[in-house]
């Protein structure tokens, strides 16, 4: 009798797309951990970026915006072991890698994949400077990337003087090539609204159109934007209106949503599929939030599509206040009952409506951080991060 033939060899195709279907990355570390040949062919940065745009990244904890230092996840949320290696291997006071001749003073504006912005002051700071000193950090990799000042030339095109700023990353889903990124300030001046946008793929900044209030609508709820459709958002206080700039056009618009009952100071939106948007607002009193799903039907009018969904938050919390999207989540804080000595930070993922809690919040002013293993991030040239 013939002895079985031994099975084939799987091909380093079919391994592959086996390899992309493992959802946990601590998975795919033992896998890699396996065989030299498994190993060479998950940390092959090409597989990487496919795994990285099938994956979403985790959370790792929150760093604090106003003075540095990392919280990371607890268990137990499914991040936390990944959440003390990053504490462990990241900088995050920014101090030991930001150039020589910048101040000891600095502040977190924003984080989206991995990155940190950062505005900063030099040690011979310019008087009545237009746009502030920026500058784009990578706390794992402990490098950082200035940016360069917009030109004058840029200003006077578009007539800014005085003006209010703020900036922010553009979330890298946007972004074909995960090693580049952008940055958008926005500018608020007397009588007019713009944008600018850095490049780190030119290394340069461009100028939106303008355009004025008169065109637009009123003040501003002063938080962060909402990010969805390849638009910012800002709610407008007391309005039932939300300024809009797309990044796509290049342009500013005042869009109508529906009626939300609230001043604003608590109502998120986010991406809920189909090009329908979801729409959060924290209902303090009964510890719940409501998601109301809208639709765009008209120019930069919206519609409900579904009613308001009551979505119970965990037992045993005062929660003050909601924030997002992030990365798919939308974030809430909350003191633990009765004493209120506790402000933990929990995580509604948008798709599947599932509530986890982070940890303890030990910062004040912070921001969520997401990333992958240090093992699986992009290697990104010194210059573009």
């Known amino acids: 009798m013939e002895s079985p033939r031994p099975l084939p060899a799987l091909t380093n195709d079919l391994l592959e797309e086996i390899f992309l279907r493992i959802g946990s990355p601590g ?6 951990a396996a065989s030299v040949n498994f190993r060479r062919l998950i940390t092959d940065p090409s597989f990487l970026r496919r795994y990285r745009s099938l994956h979403p990244p985790l959370l790792f904890g929150l760093i604090d915006a106003d003075g540095g230092g990392f919280q990371p996840a607890e268990a137990p949320h499914p991040s936390a072991a990944l959440g003390r290696a990053v504490a ?35 040690e011979e700071e310019e008087k009545k400077k237009l746009l502030p000193h920026l500058a784009v950090c990578d706390p794992l990799a402990r490098r950082c990337l200035l940016l360069p000042p917009i030109h004058e030339d840029r200003f006077a095109s578009v007539d800014v003087q005085n003006r209010c700023i703020d900036a922010f990353l553009v979330p890298s889903g946007d972004e074909e090539d995960d090693t580049s990124f952008r940055v958008i300030t926005r500018m608020i001046c007397p009588e007019m609204v713009v944008a600018f946008i850095f490049s780190s793929a030119t290394g340069h900044w461009s100028a939106g ?7 637009l609508t009123e003040r501003l709820w002063l938080r962060p934007p909402s990010y969805l459709y390849s638009c910012f958002y800002w709610k407008v206080y007391g309005k039932n209106k939300w300024l809009k700039f797309d990044m796509s056009s290049m342009e500013f618009s005042a869009d109508e949503m529906i009626e939300d009952g609230h001043d604003g100071g608590e109502t998120i939106i986010a991406e809920a599929g189909e090009g329908r948007v979801g729409m959060f607002r924290l209902n303090i009193d009964d510890a719940s939030l409501c998601y109301t799903i809208i639709r765009q039907i008209a120019g930069t009018r919206f519609d409900q599509l579904k009613m308001d969904n009551m979505i119970p938050l965990l037992v045993g919390y005062w929660y003050h206040s909601v924030h997002g999207p992030y990365e798919g989540h939308i974030f809430i804080r909350g003191f633990r009952l009765p004493t209120l000595a506790e402000n933990a930070c929990f995580t509604l993922e948008i798709k599947t409506l599932k509530i986890e809690r982070v940890c303890q919040m030990r910062l004040g002013n912070v921001k969520p951080y997401f ?12 210059d573009l991060f």
């Open 27 to 32: 998975d795919l570390v033992r896998a890699s």
């Open 88 to 122: 462990g291997a990241a900088d995050f006071s920014f101090e030991d890698y930001l150039p020589r001749g910048i101040g000891g003073y600095h502040y977190l504006l924003d984080v989206q994949g991995g990155r940190v912005l950062l505005t900063y002051h030099a």
């Open 209 to 215: 159109p303008s355009v004025s209030w008169d065109a």
């Open 371 to 382: 990333g992958f293993p240090p093992f699986m991030s992009p290697i990104r040239p010194f």
